[in-house]
């Protein structure tokens, strides 16, 4: 998979992508990242990305030229293009496995107020990572790109495994313990420690369910 991510400020994915798994599954070839600063698109004298909005108001909008340009040059099969927005659909782990299968995506990160509306129509996707405000598409783009990357076959071992994932089950995952049995007066449960399978197959199931209740049972309600 080729990942591209379009932005003005490049240097802010080199320790994430240079890291742990995402730099593991570049090392084994399933993954390049290319990094592309739209600036060096833009045909006006001083590089230019934003201009006064039409109209008139506060803020600057991005401008079309350069990121148009950047995308003409870039050499694609069948991309994904993943406008990062506020106003974009809410990204879930149904977005990341479906993303996760593309041959290439294409991230275009804005920052300042907005974009001019024609970018739009270079996007197959817009999304959003949450309702907050960032200050630019960069810190989602990497969100979105942790959560695809260690879906690709290949990239997390066995042990790392990503089968019973909270999102992918649809229900929250159950508590985790290792050793010590006991550590400041706090216990592991009993049934963790008889070695009945069924039991604690049913115990990790029964935990899910009640964290998931607890916690998040609008997850419940998605699945009737
Ligand atoms: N750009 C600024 N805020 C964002 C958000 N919440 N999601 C995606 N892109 C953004």
Redesign the pocket.
Known sequence: MNIHYLTLFPEMYEGVLNASILKRAQEKNIVAYHLVNFRDYSLSKHNKVDDYPYGGGAGMVLKPEPVFNAMDALDLKNPRVVL???Q?RPFDQKMAESLSKADDIVFIC?HYEGYDERIRTLATDE????D??????EL?SMAMTDAVVRLIPGVLSREESHQKDSFSTGVLEHPHYTRPREFRGMKVPDVLLNGNHRLIEEWRMEESFKRTRERRPDLLDDRN
């Open positions: 990062m927005s506020p974009g804005g999304v959003s990572i949450g907050y405000v960032l200050t630019g598409g989602p």
